[in-house]
């Protein structure tokens, strides 16, 4: 394909990328956890997931959750690391075990469990693999000022720790960590 080709596949390719798709900015902060948050979870589930692109300004995930997938593109964090903008799409899963052979080295592998805590759900993610040992709970708020309660099993905020994405996590796993 000619280089005018390309400029004019890669620019349809992003219209339709994003044509019917939201962008949203995603509100959310970080906690490790240190205490028992399984029995007030109400559900489960396991996900796997890789990143085609994993640099700082944006990230371009492949996930699989249950029995469906997706991609998502996160843009980098604000200076508090509690908001960046965030676009999703389901894809087939068949294809996005395709895209998870493109993916960069390294899978996230984690249970996510939710637990309800006032108005709002916490994810819990409880990772395996090369990140085993860690848990991180993450909830979604409407504004960086919202207030909510802070359950007993909640410890230190990671909020902007860039350790603690999952991106970072591909690249330097928990387990290099101690």
């Known amino acids: ?38 029995q007030y979870a109400y559900a489960d589930e396991e996900i796997v997931q890789g990143y085609l692109s994993s640099i700082a300004e944006r990230t371009v995930r492949i996930r699989i959750k249950g029995d469906k997938a997706y991609i998502t593109i996160k843009g980098i964090s604000n200076e508090s690391g509690l908001s960046r903008y965030e676009w999703e799409k389901e894809i087939p899963v068949n294809e996005a075990h395709e895209l998870i052979k493109l993916c960069e080295p390294g899978i996230i592998d984690k249970v996510r469990y939710y637990v309800r805590n006032g108005e709002r759900t916490f994810e819990v993610d409880e990772f395996r693999g090369d990140n085993d040992g860690l848990v991180i709970a993450e909830i979604e708020l409407d504004s960086e000022s ?21 991106a970072s996590l591909v690249k330097n796993p928990y387990k290099n960590w101690r």
């Not at 004019?8 to 990328?17: A, D, F, N, R």
């Not at 802070?150 to 902007?160: A, F």
């Open 146 to 166: 919202e207030v909510f309660d802070r359950p007993t099993w909640l410890g230190d905020e990671v909020t902007g720790d860039i350790r603690y994405y999952n």
């Open 1 to 38: 394909m000619c280089q005018y080709g390309k400029v004019l596949y890669s620019t349809y390719w992003h219209i339709s990328l994003f044509r019917y798709q939201k962008m949203a900015l995603e509100i959310e902060r970080k906690f490790l956890v240190i205490g028992n948050y399984k």
